[in-house]
Structure formats: structure tokens, C-alpha cells
Nanobody, 124 residues
Framework: QVMLVESGGGLVQAGDFLRLSCAAS????????MGWFRQAPGKEREFVAS????????AYADSVKGRFTISRDDAKNTVYLQMNSLLPEDTAVYYC?????????????????WGQGTQVTVSS
């Protein structure tokens, strides 16, 4: 059983940056591909970014390409999401997830383990 705990959310202004972290425990972190998803009020949970084993592959939603960067530190069992040039439409609860896959994946159903989420609010 993998446990995921997100941190780093907060209230920022448009144009600011945030760095989310997700600490994993209970599994062999390096064997999982990791992803970030987000859910805004009244909307479905959507894919944001993913990173495969060994950081060999990454994937991003079109809406965040060029602004967000996903990375992982297997020695620390942690995945990060660097979010730059934040927009009000980035406001959502951000969830970390782990998948028993080699490559990065945007498919929500590929992910077996989920964190509780961290709130990101971007004011205009």
C-alpha cells in the first residue's frame, strides 16, 4: 500500500509560482510512474503532468505546457510540480498519484494510489 502526502499549496497572485511536493511511503517509489491531477469546483478531475520511472518520460496537459515542470527524486521518494506563471484558471485541488507503469501516463484509471490533495488558489 502506497501512501502519498501532498504539500506546498497556497494562495498566490496571477503570475506567481508555487512548488508542490508529494512524499511517498509504503512502496518502492522508483518502480512507480507518478502523476499530478487537479480538480476545480464543479469540474472533473483532470490530468496535469506525469513522469515515468527514472524520469525517462514526461507528459503534460496542453494547458500547462511551458509553465509547469514535473520532476522526481527517487532518493527522497518525492515527486515535485514546479508551477510558474500561474493563472486564475489553475485554481484547483491538486492531487498526486502513483501508477504501476514504466512510462508517464495521462490516464486517470492507470493510477492506483492517490493523495488527499492540496489546495492551490490563484487570484487575479
Amino acid at each position: 500500500q502506497v501512501m502519498l502526502v501532498e504539500s506546498g499549496g497556497g494562495l498566490v497572485q496571477a503570475g506567481d509560482f508555487l512548488r508542490l511536493s508529494c512524499a511517498a511511503s509504503g512502496g518502492i517509489f522508483s518502480t512507480y510512474s507518478m502523476g499530478w491531477f487537479r480538480q476545480a469546483p464543479g469540474k472533473e478531475r483532470e490530468f496535469v503532468a506525469s513522469i515515468g520511472r527514472g524520469s525517462g518520460s514526461t507528459a503534460y496537459a496542453d494547458s500547462v505546457k511551458g509553465r509547469f515542470t514535473i520532476s522526481r527524486d527517487d532518493a527522497k521518494n518525492t515527486v515535485y510540480l514546479q508551477m510558474n506563471s500561474l493563472l486564475p484558471e489553475d485554481t484547483a485541488v491538486y492531487y498526486c498519484a502513483a501508477a504501476n507503469r514504466y512510462y508517464a501516463s495521462s490516464g486517470r484509471t492507470d493510477y492506483a494510489y492517490w493523495g488527499q490533495g492540496t489546495q492551490v488558489t490563484v487570484s487575479s
